[in-house]
């Protein structure tokens, strides 16, 4: 689902941790906070549209599958390879479980299909 992002925290909070901040996202007419890692909301400004994700009662910002997803970059450059191979993997696997689902199909159910192929796959490759 698509957002559009209405005003952004001015500060940080640190939760076990972790920093963390939000967004007010409108969402089809409704407002809604969207709490994330500050890096989320690096470089967005109010009025900029989002791909969100609602998981149980909270939305997550998400890169959309035609954008390419940032390469990590880590001392072991196997690691970093490794990931990268497993965001692919998993980007595929969305891509699989949205032409195999009904349109309109809640998003928390194309998840779910998406993890299950990716679990599936990955045990299948030995990977």
């Known amino acids: 689902m698509i957002g559009i992002i209405k005003s952004l925290a001015d500060r940080t909070w640190e939760k076990n941790g972790e920093l963390r901040t939000y967004s007010l996202v409108d969402i089809e007419g409704e407002e809604v906070k969207v709490w994330g890692e500050p890096i989320e909301f690096e470089g967005r400004i109010p009025g900029d549209e989002v791909h ?23 001392e072991r450059p196997e690691v970093a390879d490794r990931i990268v191979e497993y965001a692919n993997l998993y980007s595929d696997c969305y891509r699989a479980a949205v032409a195999a689902m009904p ?25």
């Not at 609602?54 to 954008?67: C, G, L, M, Q, T």
């Open 52 to 74: 969100l994700l609602k998981i149980d009662n909270y939305y997550r910002i998400v890169n959309p599958a035609n954008e390419p997803l940032p390469v990590p970059t880590l």
């Open 103 to 127: 349109e309109g199909a809640p998003p928390e159910i194309i998840q779910s299909c998406t993890s299950s192929v990716f679990i599936s796959v990955t045990r299948k490759m030995g990977i």
